[in-house]
């Protein structure tokens, strides 16, 4: 019965050893697909850190002009504010008395109009 029982072991770590070759295969191509991830990974990091660099340097630019471009528009707003005011003191210093000048130059023009109408 000895003999029996070898074949039987025998028969039995043949079989183990086929099941282990046969999911030793999968295995393998898991191993293959995660070490291809891997690199498709560490690839896709160096190709994108430059990226956000290259952004990280375009969004400071941008603050940069938008700083100078904010300033130009308080110093013109400025400018608008006082050519304003200037208007203001000027129609409230000049402007009165030219159009008192000016109804009186209308008023002497008519009169002399008119008195050359009667003659």
């Avoid at 003999?3 to 079989?15: P, S, V």
């Avoid at 560490?42 to 700083?67: F, K, Q, R, W, Y």
Wanted: hydrophobic share 50%; no cysteine; glycine share 6%.
């Amino acid at each position: 019965m000895d003999h029996i029982g070898d074949i039987a072991g025998l028969a039995a770590a043949i079989g183990f050893l086929i099941l282990v070759g046969l999911l030793a295969v999968p295995i393998l191509k898991l191993g293959r697909v995660l070490d291809q991830t891997r690199n498709s990974v560490e690839e896709l990091t160096a190709h994108t850190v430059p990226i956000l660099d290259e952004a990280t340097d375009s969004v400071a630019g941008a603050n940069t002009i938008l700083e100078r471009a904010d300033t130009i528009t308080t110093a013109a707003a400025e400018v608008s504010q006082n050519v304003s005011a200037l208007t203001a003191l000027f129609s409230a210093t000049i402007g009165s008395p030219m159009i008192k000048i000016a109804a009186f130059t209308y008023g002497v023009r008519t009169a002399f109009t008119s008195r050359k109408a009667k003659r």
